[in-house]
């Protein structure tokens, strides 16, 4: 294949703004320096603030911040008690005894209760919720079958007494003490749900808070809002910061230009090829790991050409991913070797998970020929015509799309016609969620720190995030022994994965690209942020600057 180049002049832009201003508007005056106030911007828009609801990683950027769970995890990356003063597990691991904090309070200063907790898990699993992150709630007792409607939200294995909450499993889950410390299972005030109706969590009003900050301005459309500081936190006098600025950057360049102005606190470099050979020596620059994955989905309820395995197989051999991450990504991301991504967690003797359990995915140029051809003669339908979806709110997505149009033109020539369709964020994950698309570009940061948080997207046909509707009983078998037989055997365990993987590429049910790398330019003034590589991967909880 001709190499292939999408680097643009971009970089004598980033150059140019490296002076920056000393800056003044809705920030105040002189802004990097205001030890009251913290300055963020984030690349995408806010789409939810429905606890229950929200799945992509912006908004759960703000409820991470403004909910409280019973748990939080700390800078050593362990969940350790937040709301909850104390919890304990049974030796079976299949009871967790937590107790409540005394006195915990809503931001409105109503009394916050074990209810309140019970109440949002049982809301979770509820059919009508139509949450995408139920299925993490599989495992806990009845939960699979209120999920499926043959019992009522009442039988979960989650209950209060006073300030004790018990929450019973049907078999042991090693990524449990996670959940209790993740944003969508944190507590929910059911009046305030009743309330608001369809309304709930549209807007920043719509909302209740039980963590350090209470979020204000944002309308449900709006790009510019603030978290202030939750007196009634129950740990609101070691919360130093009072007011938490953002505003929706969507291009790269303009962040950086904001960041070096001090308008902002700190700034990814990794979304622009660009942007990172350009300021990847700078003094500010900080690495920190990121559990992100992107890979492709490939439709295979109403798509014939993609329900057939050998063009499935044909287009993921035609994917070059080293010259992909290199070409596309500018050395920002790494070639994907598995669905799992790099940094995720480690195996029983210390290798990175994703480097274990890798299947061996290759670029075969003359394989994926045959296969194609093949395929096409079995589905009969003549030329391949397919739409390659991705959102527009990132350099690289438009960068990706652009070379694997290409790349599969170029292997395939006449017998395929790739059609980009670039659309706003929100849009490419309404498309996604509707099955309303062909290929679409996914990208997944983990929710915590076990292989499950990967593999249980596709756990079944009918998972919350299996978009493409496949259907491979090797891969739901590893993955149901994973979670199941093998849930207290680390080792077994461990090969389970190793056994989807390998399941995943056989029937190329999707097409791994990238295995995410993080670069951000950061204040040196800002400290007590706690980053993670999964989950809430920016915690200002205790966020000050010095």
Same mark, same amino acid.
């Given at each position: ?8 002049t971009?970089?004598v ?12 508007g809705?920030?105040?005056?002189n802004p ?21 609801k929200?799945?992509?990683?912006y908004?759960?950027l ?5 909910e409280s769970n019973?748990?939080r ?8 008690p937040?709301?909850a ?11 967790y ?6 006195g ?6 109503s ?19 139509a ?16 999920m ?7 039988e979960?294995?989650v ?9 019973k499993?049907d078999?042991a ?7 209790l410390?993740?944003?969508?299972f944190a507590p929910? &005030?059911?009046?305030? #749900? @009743?309330?608001?109706?369809? %309304?709930?969590?549209? =807007? /920043?009003? +719509? ?12 309308n ?6 603030k978290?202030?500081k ?8 070691n919360? &130093?910061?009072k007011? #938490? @600025?953002?505003?929706?950057? %969507?291009?790269?360049d =303009? /962040?950086? +230009?904001?960041?070096k102005?001090g308008?902002i606190?700190?700034?990814?470099i ?5 942007m990172?050979?350009?300021?990847k ?22 798509n014939?050409?993609?329900k ?13 991913r080293?010259?992909?991450a ?5 050395g ?6 598995s669905l799992?991504?790099k ?14 359990v ?5 670029y ?8 194609f051809?093949?395929g096409l003669?079995?589905?009969?339908q ?8 991705t ?9 990706t799309?652009?070379?694997i149009k290409?790349a599969w033109?170029s ?7 790739v059609?980009?369709k670039?659309v706003?964020f ?11 698309f062909?290929?679409?570009v ?5 929710d915590y ?7 249980d ?5 009918d998972?919350g995030?299996n ?6 009983e ?6 149901k022994k994973?979670d199941?037989?093998?849930a207290?055997?680390?080792?077994a ?7 989807a993987?390998k ?7 999707i ?7 993080a ?6 003034n ?6 993670s ?5 920016l915690d200002l909880?205790?966020?000050?600057r010095k």
């Amino acid at each position: 294949m001709k190499k292939w180049q999408k680097w643009t002049t971009a970089v004598v832009v980033v150059a140019a703004v490296a002076g920056g201003t000393k800056a003044a508007g809705w920030w105040g005056s002189n802004p990097s320096s205001d030890k009251n106030t913290l300055n963020y911007a984030m690349s995408a828009d806010v789409q939810t603030l429905d606890t229950s609801k929200a799945t992509d990683q912006y908004s759960n950027l703000v409820l991470g911040n403004t909910e409280s769970n019973l748990l939080r995890v700390n800078s050593k990356g362990e969940p350790a008690p937040d709301l909850a003063k104390s919890y304990k597990v049974s030796d079976d691991g299949l009871t967790y005894t937590v107790e409540l904090r005394s006195g915990l309070k809503w931001s409105d200063g109503s009394k916050l209760t074990a209810k309140d907790v019970v109440y949002s898990w049982q809301r979770m699993v509820n059919p009508k919720t139509a949450s995408q992150y139920s299925y993490l709630a599989s495992g806990v007792l009845n939960a699979d079958d209120i999920m499926a409607g043959k019992k009522d939200v009442s039988e979960l294995g989650v209950s209060a007494s006073g300030n004790t909450i018990t929450f019973k499993l049907d078999h042991a889950m090693p990524q449990f003490k996670y959940l209790l410390a993740f944003a969508n299972f944190a507590p929910q &005030k059911e009046s305030v #749900v @009743n309330k608001e109706g369809d %309304k709930y969590g549209t =807007t /920043a009003d +719509k909302q209740i808070y039980s963590g350090a900050y209470k979020f204000e301005g944002w309308n449900g459309t709006n790009g510019k809002f603030k978290m202030v500081k939750n007196d009634n936190y129950w740990d609101a006098k070691n919360v &130093k910061t009072k007011t #938490v @600025n953002w505003q929706v950057v %969507k291009n790269p360049d =303009t /962040a950086l +230009k904001l960041y070096k102005q001090g308008k902002i606190d700190r700034v990814s470099i990794s979304n622009s090829p660009e942007m990172y050979s350009a300021n990847k020596n700078n003094k500010d620059v900080k690495s920190a790991a990121v559990a992100a994955a992107t890979y492709l989905e490939y439709n295979q309820a109403n798509n014939a050409f993609l329900k057939n395995q050998k063009i499935r197989q044909a287009l993921n051999l035609a994917t070059n991913r080293t010259e992909l991450a290199s070409q596309a990504t500018g050395g920002t991301r790494d070639a994907a070797v598995s669905l799992v991504s790099k940094g995720l967690t480690k195996t029983t003797s210390g290798e990175d998970l994703a480097a274990y359990v890798k299947p061996g995915y290759t670029y075969d140029k003359k394989k994926a020929q045959q296969l194609f051809k093949e395929g096409l003669a079995e589905v009969n339908q003549g030329k391949m015509k397919i739409s390659l979806e991705t959102d527009a709110d990132s350099v690289i997505s438009k960068n990706t799309v652009d070379y694997i149009k290409q790349a599969w033109e170029s292997t395939f020539g006449s017998d395929i016609e790739v059609t980009e369709k670039v659309v706003p964020f929100k849009q490419r994950l309404k498309d996604s969620q509707s099955g309303d698309f062909d290929v679409v570009v996914t990208n997944w940061n983990g929710d915590y720190q076990d292989g499950s948080t990967f593999y249980d997207l596709f756990a079944s046909k009918d998972a919350g995030y299996n978009d493409g509707k496949f259907t491979n009983e090797s891969y739901f078998a590893a993955v149901k022994k994973a979670d199941t037989t093998d849930a207290t055997n680390a080792s077994a365990r461990q090969d389970d994965f190793k056994d989807a993987e390998k399941a995943l590429m056989d029937d190329a049910n999707i097409n791994p690209l990238y295995s995410w790398k993080a670069s951000s330019l950061v204040r040196s003034n800002v400290k007590g942020v706690v980053e993670s590589p999964v989950g809430l991967t920016l915690d200002l909880t205790y966020a000050h600057r010095k």
